[in-house]
């Protein structure tokens, strides 16, 4: 019984026609994990449309709960992990804190230092979001095995070491 091919298997096909010194291989890992990735990219703007979340509301909140409780940040430091100036941050902040899913609190010891705090209702937001995300991937998984899946984690992080300029161990799976 031959494999099932796919959109990738008739792309590659046509550029090893095109392209002699083509890797084959190498072409179809890059390129499923593009449409891997813009599927994933797609099911988040769905997943935050459908619940009322612009994507840089769910990064201030999502950065708010790394912090771990209290989920709280200074601005200076929320602006910096999410790669804002703070001027940029300050307006996105207002809209946010409107919403009821933050709050801006003055520093007990220092007034003058104010901290942003994931508010009950923030997190219930945020955790709903990741929740929904969270079912589409466990769907797209589903058509692994639980050691397959292993396996590709293990491949997968071998490829980020390698990108990140990290030392990744050469074994056989």
């Known amino acids: 019984m031959a494999e099932q091919q796919d959109t990738v298997d008739e792309q590659v096909a046509v550029w090893v026609r095109e392209l002699e010194n083509l890797d084959p ?11 891997l990735g813009r599927q994933q990219t797609q099911r988040r703007r769905d997943v935050l449309e459908a619940g009322g979340l612009q994507h840089w509301q769910f990064k201030v909140l999502l950065m708010l709960r790394r912090a771990g409780p209290p989920y709280t940040q200074s601005p200076s430091r929320l602006a910096d992990l999410l790669g804002l100036t703070r001027g940029a941050l300050s307006a996105r902040l207002a809209a946010i804190e409107e919403a009821g899913w933050i709050v801006r609190e003055s520093d007990a010891g220092d007034r003058r230092r104010v901290h942003v705090r994931l508010t009950p209702a923030g997190n219930e937001t945020l955790v709903r979001h990741l929740g929904e995300e969270e079912r589409g991937e466990r769907a797209l998984l589903a058509a692994l095995t639980p050691a397959e899946r ?12 390698a990108a990140e300029g990290g030392e990744p161990t050469s074994s056989s799976c």
Not at 25 to 35: D, P, Q, Y
Not at 150 to 161: P, S
């Open 25 to 35: 291989v190498g072409e179809a890992i890059f390129m499923r994990l593009a449409v």
């Open 150 to 161: 292993q396996v590709l984690a293990d491949l997968l992080r071998k490829m980020v070491l």
